[in-house]
């Protein structure tokens, strides 16, 4: 069994800067792509960075070159790095862990910028 936790997020103002944090326990023996994937109200859920297991990331346009994507094997974890954070970067948080064929979902974790 896998357990994934988030932490992180929280109130900013914009400009701002948060990290995120995800972290799976458990049964794991390898960990394939590490991704992070936002829901605004009334949006659908999408894809906003993502890392291979041989470190190759993908960004959303939208935060290319404010937000940063990271992983550490060793303590099979995904970070995520948001800086000059706007107000449209609001929205729940979600980090999403690929194991074997298996996809796991963390819980969400609000992030607020106001402006």
């Known amino acids: 069994q896998v357990q994934v936790v988030v932490s992180g997020g929280g109130l900013v103002q914009a400009g701002g800067s948060l990290r995120l944090s995800c972290a799976a326990s458990?049964?794991?023996?390898?960990?394939?792509?590490m991704g992070w994937y936002r829901q605004a109200p009334g949006k659908q859920r999408e894809l906003v960075a993502i890392?291979?297991?041989?470190?190759?990331?993908n960004y959303a346009d939208s935060v290319k070159g404010r937000f940063s994507i990271s992983r550490d094997n060793a303590k099979n974890t995904v970070f995520l790095q948001m800086n000059s954070l706007k107000p449209e970067d609001t929205a729940v948080y979600y980090c999403?862990?690929?194991?074997?064929?298996?996809?796991?979902w963390g819980q969400g974790t609000q992030v607020t910028v106001s402006s």
């Open positions: 458990g049964s794991i023996f390898s960990i394939n792509a």
């Open positions: 890392i291979s297991s041989g470190g190759s990331t």
């Open positions: 999403r862990l690929t194991i074997a064929v298996v996809n796991y």
